[in-house]
């Protein structure tokens, strides 16, 4: 009896099986997001999942008085298990924190080394990573960050949307 209780004891603990590759699809959203207090305005057009990764169609829009430094990667999507804002809220301390979130291997066009007053830069953001089914998606925008008086950074813009789709 004591051989079998020790014989489960060296077995390599049960792998989480992932959920099934999203069906490859376009799907439409069309989400317009001011953030009124740092001056932006988000727009995400259309999330396309294919076989072989993602691509999102975005545009920012620079309302404020500053123009801001664009990172690389400065689009992503955050994965989430639900829709509630309260799992976005315990994720990124509301805010206070960029959350994990997968980034894009191609941007095209490139992000404008700054974004200034009035700007609007447009783009789609692709990666080879396989979106799996269930998922719940928001897209991430930022950190950018604001350049202030005589040329030093400051106050960085981030932003999650509200609006989220599940895969």
């Known amino acids: 009896m004591l051989a079998l209780a020790l014989a489960g004891c060296g077995a390599a603990p049960e792998r989480p099986t992932l959920a099934p590759p999203a069906k490859p699809r376009t799907i439409e959203l069309d989400w317009n997001e001011p953030f009124r207090s740092a001056g932006f305005v988000f727009r995400v057009e259309r999330l396309v999942i294919g076989d072989d990764g993602w691509r999102v169609t975005v545009s ?15 689009v992503g999507l955050v ?3 639900t829709e509630t804002k309260k799992e976005l809220q315990e994720l990124t301390d509301g805010l206070e924190r960029t959350p994990p979130s997968l980034r894009p291997d191609r941007v095209t066009p490139r992000a404008p080394a ?5 700007q609007v830069w447009k783009a789609e953001f692709e990666s080879s990573v396989v979106l799996r089914t269930g998922s719940v998606v928001r897209v991430l925008f930022g950190p950018f960050t604001r350049i202030g008086a005589r040329g030093r950074e400051s106050a960085d813009v981030l932003w999650v ?3 989220a789709v599940r895969i």
């Open 60 to 74: 920012v829009e620079n309302d404020s008085r500053s123009s801001y430094r664009i990172g690389r990667q400065s």
């Open 79 to 81: 994965l989430l298990e």
């Open 114 to 118: 700054l974004l200034r007053p009035g």
């Open 161 to 163: 949307t509200d609006h």
